[in-house]
């Protein structure tokens, strides 16, 4: 069973790789202008139509997937990153590390708190950032 989830991961990864660049687009647009041109050639008919809308129903469907599959292992990896980051920060509220396990009242709360706390003092932030003054010591809230 491993072996079958690390085959369609690299297959996943490929996919998004290959589709990402601008070789991808470009092949797919002009596909799209051949399939156009060749509209008079098949006096625009209910077959000719049909290809490219079972071609395009059929690649959407399949990359749908295949990019979930991608951004889903991503945002774990950047999760991951972030957690590091707020685990190692000396002031940093570890309710934090969570986040993604809350529920949608308590992420408005965090919300709305660190709004106040961007409202309180943006003087101060400002002045800080233009000085290259530090902010004073305040304890940490764990």
Known sequence: MADRKLWFVHFAQWVSHVTGRPIAFLLAFATIVVWGLTGPLFG????????????TTIIT????????NTQNRDTAAMHIK???LIRVTQKARNVLLNLEELDDGELETLHRDFQKLAKERPHLRLKRAESGETPPERSPKR
């Open 44 to 55: 625009y008919s209910d077959t000719w139509q049909l290809v490219i809308n079972t071609a």
């Open 61 to 68: 469907f399949l990359m749908v997937f295949v990019i979930q």
């Open 82 to 84: 972030i957690d590091e």
